[in-house]
């Protein structure tokens, strides 16, 4: 049998519900001992915290000696922590012979410890998460299966979205914030998206991004839309789909969000470029205003249908009146604060999750191809439903292929050394198997193979 | 009588005939002797190179040794350098004791010089050309006239366009590229536009700004229209306009280019962010399609109607059409270029004056105020129309400001030491009486006060 194993989960955010409870239920059958680290650990569940396998220790990772003498008590290390900070931990491990698990994109900071990792025989997996994570693991299970067939992949589309539940689906956007509404407000920002459709480059700039986008249907749960991500050709080489000819990332919402956001894009709302200097106190009627011409005499409300060009029978006009965004009394607390930052605050006023609210995960692949001279495909959906504000669909989908992975490391299951990500069979087909034992798993279908089909792209 | 004086050009591109012209002919009556300091003075005309009154060097600005030692040999410095250029040069000027003339905006490295200039009681005047330059001279000139009188200001609005000239209009777009290209094509990025409306601030995001225009009528010249600069209220303390309600500063262009400006806009083909990998040898066909949505069956054309919800009998298709960018055979000669280059590189074909077209420019103010009780408007408006393709307006209506302010700097005329901007009377008095004999005049217009006008906002 195995001796005691010690992991050091560093940071205790809202994703890792799942992830505590996964080891500690396992801490009798597999030995484990639980160090949670963290900068304010009073936030930590008392189950949690009075588990005896597990140990609470305040850490300031920014404190060398604090920082090294906790990683010095483990056997791997699982960062929790945002991206920014992994690489002073992941240089501690290198240095202490830990491995190391993470969520989060590989910077070129933990890239460049490859080498390092390797000589010590040490596993890094990174982005083994949900997306990053569980995307990768279910799209190169199916890929792998159709090469192993002889087929060739011609199209590859992976889209995410984190929304709300059904049966918590109680407004006209059909979205809550269900994760960091920051990212949400400024998606796609930054440049513009790049992808690949039967061979060609496409580029959409953003303030198109959300008008360019495919449906998709989910058995069970209906319609859905998604809109392109900024770089669907990241993972290109890494899925070696250097020859196929469609390559498209994006992300999922209920159909008519999209166009709905669309509204904020143009008025220029979503800017997290530049402050607005008297923000504070400002009401969101006048900060609505800030956005539209002048006029001596027309109304916020006329101006921003005329601007807009919608009528006020519109389901767009709906949502924007659903958000109270021409209330004269209620104002912004935000000092110097962007137009994102400013719009993020009243969105939370309307999308904040209820306590009983559920959340839910959707993911959809399709994988076109050709073998035998005949062109397939096969499209793989996941939905994941949450139990409830703190259990949810998130964090279970993020925090238990963390988990998994980790256990599957320590148990030498996963072996091979370097920084990676979960694209070898080694790794997805154990963690993907798993998963299913926690309700997580894929549906796939044989669809026809209709190459990009543009009559499921919205103009 | 004067001694002899030397004035020292560093740079002479092509916004300098008139500047050189100018000198040259006061070289005798004025005692001038002008040294023409270039990397490359090839390019410089037979008749100024050979006029008795001149020399010319070959000078890389970048070489300490011939810098120094050519502001050693003069009185005054004019840089027609690029802004950036400029510092060097007027750290010399400082080190020498010598005046200084640039045509360009402030920088912070030159504001920084101001308190030495000061104590040496050397003049430093920039912003000293069309816009900047007539434009605070022309704009200060009324505003101190209606403060004189004891007006109050409440509204100023200011715009100025390069533009071709009527004889020489003879395209769809009414416009042809008389300046720096580039800047035509990167226009208004960079963040939101800002400005003042009644007392209410007004922010114009990157993809509306060419939609958000006002309109213009010129006496004989016809209809034009506007559209904001990034920041109207850059001037406000300098002006000392901190308390009027409107502030609006703009380009103009004639009716509809914005319109149709705004359709390569939406498109994301004005993007100077990001790099098209495979740009050398693409057609202007392919390039067009990279913004625009995959089909295996429309044709380019028809997916660019769709996506810009316009009819084959729209003028904006004529436009579109006549700059031939859909043609499968010309192709684009730039490697790893933006879209906002391979743009320009389009547009030159059709944009570029021609050898006996004339170009125009055009500015317009608006100056709204109370006195005794009542509102009351003036507007002015200035046109200069070119002589030739490099007797421009442009260079004119920059280089003959930059040349009678250095001339009345020798003439001690202008004797306030500083870096400095036209604002001041003893500046452009002057000035402004000089360009008038020049033809350089603005005409105004008691008009009615409306403050800002919503009829002629076009949506």
Redesign the interface.
């Known amino acids: 049998m195995h001796m005691l194993r010690k992991i050091l989960v560093v940071g205790a955010g809202k994703s890792t519900s799942y992830l505590l409870d996964y080891f500690l239920e396992k801490s009798a059958s597999e030995k484990l001992r639980l160090t949670i680290g963290d900068l304010n650990p009073e936030g930590i569940p008392e189950k949690v915290k009075n588990h005896p396998s597990c140990k609470v220790i305040q850490l300031d990772i920014f404190n060398d000696d604090e920082r090294i003498h906790a990683i010095s008590d483990c056997d791997i290390v699982v960062s929790m922590l945002p991206a920014r900070f992994h690489i002073k931990v992941a240089e501690d491990c290198i240095a202490q012979n830990k491995h190391l698990v993470t969520a989060s994109y590989i910077s070129d900071e933990i890239k460049a410890l490859d080498t390092k990792a390797r000589e010590k025989g040490l596993v890094f997996m990174n982005e083994i998460g949900l997306d990053p994570g569980i995307d990768h693991m279910s799209a190169m299970q199916i890929i792998d299966r159709i090469r192993a067939k002889g087929g060739k992949m011609l199209l590859f589309e992976s889209f995410t979205g984190g929304l709300v539940a059904p049966e918590s689906d109680n407004n006209l956007w059909n979205y809550k914030f269900t994760w960091n509404p920051r990212n949400v407000v400024v998606a796609g920002q930054g ?2 998206a ?1 992808f690949i ?2 061979g ?9 991004l959300f008008r ?1 986008t495919e449906f998709f249907d989910i058995e069970g749960f209906g319609r859905f839309e998604g809109y392109a991500n900024r770089d669907s050709l990241n993972y290109r080489e890494a899925y070696g789909l250097q020859n196929a000819l469609t390559l498209y990332r994006g992300t999922m919402r209920r159909v008519g969000f999209s166009k709905a956001w669309n509204m904020f ?4 709302m979503t ?1 997290d ?2 402050s ?3 923000s504070e106190g400002m009401s969101y009627r006048e900060f609505v ?10 109304t916020v409300e006329l101006k921003m249908r ?2 807009l060009k919608i009528d006020q029978d519109d389901i767009m006009w709906d949502k924007l009146v659903e958000l109270d965004i021409f209330n004269r009394k209620k104002t912004i607390a935000l000092k110097q604060a962007t ?1 994102a930052q400013i719009l993020q605050a009243i969105l939370e006023d309307s999308w904040t999750l209820a306590e009983d609210d559920k959340d839910m995960i959707v993911m959809y692949h399709k994988f076109g191809y050709e073998i035998e001279g005949e062109k397939k495909q096969i499209d793989a959906n996941m939905v994941v439903i949450g139990e409830n504000r703190t259990h949810t669909a998130m964090a279970k989908t993020v925090g238990l292929p963390v988990a998994i992975a980790t256990l599957l490391i320590l148990n030498q299951k996963i072996a091979t050394p370097g920084v990676q990500i979960p694209i070898k069979k080694e790794v997805y087909e154990p963690i993907l198997e798993e998963l299913k034992n926690l309700g997580i798993q894929f549906k796939e279908y044989d669809v026809p193979y209709l ?2 089909n ?1 009559d499921s ?1 919205a ?1």
Do not use: C
């Open positions: 440049g513009a790049k459709q039967e060609t480059y496409k580029y959409i700039p953003y303030h198109k360019r894009v143009q008025l220029g800017d470029s530049y607005i200097d008297n205003n800030l956005f539209l011409p002048y006029s001596p005499t027309d005329h601007y137009p190459g990009y543009p792209v103009s």
